[in-house]
């Protein structure tokens, strides 16, 4: 059966498969998928993204994963069934159209079943520049005007975010392990005011 599912007639949904898979583990053990920022449309209520099962609480990861699952479960079926009835599966592309329509049917009841038994899930997904003006910990290296060192920083929702920082003033230097209030950022590159300053020491 692993031999005949790597066969071009079936390698779509493999494929498919294997990202299902990999979406699952990355969201398993938490590597910060949950920081990208996927917005749907959140201004659309209702329609199209509520029968597809998006218009709810069910966070898109989740949704594209069982999508991925629907969408291989139902490619098997279909050159399974193929091979029945005819002696061959169908060809790949005739195959994955069919697959297509009847994954996204039997996700759409997957989708709204999963929302109504994860009530509580609840989403954190923060601009950029939400960072500003909270503190944060330079982790590696020394901090310089011209030579970013990496800093962990916690949002408002207690995720940790690891960013590069340098100081505000071309005069100071933020070792490893002293804080530091970020005032500022251009692109990826946030800058900021270390703690020991006097002027932040009622802050």
């Known amino acids: 059966m692993f031999a005949q599912f790597l066969t071009p007639a079936y390698l779509p949904f493999a494929i498919a498969f294997v990202v299902m898979i990999g979406i ?3 969201e398993a053990i938490g590597l910060g998928l949950g920081h990208v920022d ?3 449309g959140a201004d659309v209520q209702g329609g199209v993204l509520d029968w597809l099962g998006l218009g709810g609480e069910l966070p898109i990861l989740i949704w594209l994963t069982s999508l991925l699952g629907c969408f291989t479960l139902a490619g098997l079926v279909i050159q399974q069934g193929a091979s029945g009835v005819t002696g061959a599966p169908l060809a790949w592309p005739l195959a994955c159209g069919g697959a297509a329509v009847a994954g996204v049917l039997m996700n759409t009841l997957a989708a709204n079943g999963l929302a109504r038994i994860m009530p509580g899930f609840e989403t954190t997904v923060i601009s950029t520049d939400d960072l500003l003006r909270r503190r944060g910990t330079v982790t590696e ?4 005007r011209g030579m970013p060192a990496r800093a962990k920083v916690v949002d408002g929702h207690g995720q940790a975010h690891f960013i590069l920082v340098e100081p505000h003033d071309d ?6 392990g002293e804080s530091i209030l970020l005032v500022r950022r251009e692109r990826a590159l946030f800058f900021g005011v270390p703690d020991t300053k006097s002027l932040l020491r009622s802050i």
């Open 24 to 26: 699952g583990l990355i």
């Open 141 to 144: 290296g020394v901090a310089r």
């Open 171 to 176: 005069a100071d230097a933020i070792a490893a």
């Open 38 to 40: 996927a917005d749907i």
